[in-house]
C-alpha cells in the first residue's frame, strides 16, 4: 500500500497563514482598488465599517470612496436599522454583463446563447407542464409534492430564472452589439 505522501497530487499547495495573503493582497492593490473589488462582490447590502474591515481601510476612506462609486451610480446606498449600507448599482450591474458578453462573444454566439436560454425554457415548461418559475414554485410547495420532487422543483425554477436573465441580457446585447462592438466603426462627418 501506498504511504500517504504519495496520494497527495504533485502540484498540492499548503494553504498558509490567512495573513501573509491579506499582507499581499494590501501590498499590492491599493484601498480603492480593494474597496471597489469588495463593494461589486456584495450578494446583501453591507456598511462601510464592514467593507473597510474587509479591505483594510479605514472607515472614513472606505466611505469616501463608497460614495463616490454612489454618485458614479455604480453602487446604491439605503438607510438600513440606522446605518448607511452599500450594495451594487442593478443598472449598472446589467449594463456590465450586458458589455461584457458583447465584448466577449460574436453576434452569432450571442444569438445561440438565447436561443439554447429558450430551449432549455421550453424542455422546463414542456416537463413540469408549467408557465413560469413562479409556478414551478408552486408546484413545489403542492401537498401532494414529496420533499425530493420538491427540491427538484425549486432547483429547476432557479435555473428557469437563470436561463430568462440570460436570455434577456442576450436580447439587449443583440440591440446594443453595433453600438458596443469593437467592430463598430461610426460614421465619419466627411463635411468636417
Known amino acids: 500500500m501506498a504511504d500517504d505522501e504519495s496520494l ?3 502540484e498540492a ?6 495573513g501573509e495573503h491579506t499582507d499581499e493582497w494590501t501590498e499590492e492593490m491599493p484601498g480603492v482598488d480593494r474597496v471597489i473589488s469588495v463593494a461589486l462582490t456584495l450578494e446583501q447590502p453591507r456598511t462601510a465599517d464592514w467593507i473597510a474591515e474587509q479591505t483594510e481601510v479605514s472607515p472614513t476612506t472606505a466611505r469616501s470612496h463608497l460614495e463616490r462609486l454612489v454618485d458614479l451610480h455604480i453602487l446604491s446606498a439605503v438607510e438600513q436599522r440606522g446605518a ?3 450594495y451594487p448599482d442593478a443598472a449598472y450591474q446589467r449594463f456590465k454583463e450586458v458589455s461584457q458578453l458583447i465584448e466577449e462573444h460574436t453576434r452569432s454566439e450571442i444569438e445561440t446563447i438565447a436561443v439554447t436560454a429558450k430551449e ?21 410547495t ?5 420533499s425530493t420532487e420538491a427540491r427538484e422543483c425549486f432547483k429547476k425554477a432557479s435555473e428557469w ?4 436573465h440570460m436570455v434577456s441580457i442576450a436580447e439587449e446585447a443583440l440591440e446594443r452589439y453595433e453600438k458596443f462592438s469593437e467592430h463598430y466603426q461610426p460614421s465619419v462627418d466627411s463635411a468636417a
Open 8 to 10: 497527495a497530487p504533485p
Open 13 to 18: 499547495i499548503e494553504i498558509g497563514d490567512e
Open 84 to 86: 448607511k449600507t452599500y
Open 120 to 140: 432549455d425554457i421550453e424542455e422546463l415548461r414542456e416537463t413540469y407542464g408549467v408557465e413560469s418559475a413562479d409556478e414551478l414554485r408552486k408546484l413545489a
Open 142 to 146: 403542492a401537498e401532494d409534492t414529496s
Open 161 to 164: 430564472d437563470s436561463h430568462s
